[in-house]
């Protein structure tokens, strides 16, 4: 046998053990996501049994969801900072620091503390999304498997990235825009080749399978929105629109511009107090929040169901301003507290509401535009997840395919691409590599004293 023939079998042997590797992955990733997803709402429905419970006696039913709401976010950082204080916040950004070599992943720690710790803050209505969890969690179920595998470091690198493709196409049903991420937004990182591509694909598309069709996980953004949603003028008419869709996309790219700088400062505050402090303010943020899911639930949450209530009721501008501002700070407050979860969710609830009252606005002055709020908020979910994270392919694949909303795409592109030139324009950085660095600063400062007494 020529010695050509044996490197060809030897490499499709390999390539072999690595796709069946994936699909393990995302047999894994999907049960363990689906039931992430299931216990953050099944906890969430206690605040739905105390207003039932004590709906001829509000005021109680407020105080006891406040205690709840701090208590649940109170234990939730109290695990992270005393057991794994690397599942704080998103997870994204540790996944790229783990593909990159930068960081390590203490599997046996972070997963039972991701798990809880998101189940307890996103279940006290925090608005925070389970998005970056769900990815996180891929990724320790990628590690292990590779581990038990005796992987070497590429095939691991490639088992990490299947992980947590995995986890972003079950924490939002869409099994192309996790890919997309993945290739986008991780390109640095991840070791693309042939191999590698085609093991995230089939990761990310079995844990889709096993979350909608085994377990019946429901898309957070259903297909059925479309009933409410007009259909997208004919060709013609888009260039009667296209200057308010770049302007649309130019006012996203300043806004997620200042996501990012706001989101950036609210955590450098939050490293300067002292745990006790923390500690003090997780709660309080816990008991507002928790009252909230009582007395005015749109206001908190990771906002799907806020986004399909925008799309079914068309609320008026001002009730969307305040929840926009509202929720705005909620977010900032939420993330800055060293709990687990994303703010891929909020980022887009906050979209939704940024194109739905420009949608009206654009009505009000020029209605032969034919501008609908439904398509602008459709784009503009895409356009702050192009501004923020610099992912424009992302964002337009991934809310399309959320909202089933292929017949928008000509808007999406031009407001997204709008949006992530704008914000890169102004010198912001994509939000996952601030949070990165963030992370990496962090370490250089644990480190320092110990680089001292060593010394001396």
Known sequence: MHEAELKRRSELKAAMRVYLLALIIGLGVGTLGSAFHYSVQTTSLLFNMIADQFSHHRTLAILIAAALGAVMVGIAALLVRRFAPEAAGSGIQE???????????????????????????????????????????????????????????????????????????????????????????????????????????????????????????????????????????????????????????????????????????????SDGLNRRVMQVIACSVGAVVGALMIVAPEYVGGGEALVKEIFDKSPMLSFLIALLVVRAVLTFLSYSMGVPGGIFAPMLALGALLGTSFGYVAQEFAPHAHIYPGSCAIAAMGALFAATVRAPLTGIVLVAEMTASFNLLPAMIITCMTASIVAQSMGSKPVYDMLLERTLEGDLIKAQPEADSLIS
């Open 95 to 269: 996944i790229e620091g783990i593909m990159s070599g930068l960081r390590p992943l203490r599997w046996r720690h972070l997963l039972p503390i991701k798990f809880v710790g998101g189940v307890l803050s996103m279940g006290a209505g925090l608005v925070l999304g389970r998005e970056g969890p769900t990815i996180h969690l891929g990724g320790c179920v990628g590690q292990i498997v590779g581990e038990k595998a005796g992987s070497n470091d590429e095939t691991m690198n490639t088992l990490l990235a299947a992980g947590a493709t995995a986890g972003l196409s079950v924490a939002f049903s869409a099994p192309l825009g996790a890919i997309f991420f993945m290739i986008e937004e991780m390109r640095r990182r991840f070791k693309y080749n042939f191999v590698s591509l085609h093991a995230v694909i089939l990761a990310s598309i079995t844990a889709n399978i096993v979350n909608d069709q085994v377990f019946g996980t429901m898309p957070q953004l259903p297909a059925q929105l479309q009933t409410w949603l007009p259909k997208f003028p004919p060709p013609e008419n888009l260039l009667t629109s296209l200057p308010f869709y770049l302007l649309l996309g130019a006012l996203i790219g300043v806004l997620g511009a200042g996501f990012n700088t706001v989101l950036l400062k609210c955590l450098r505050i």
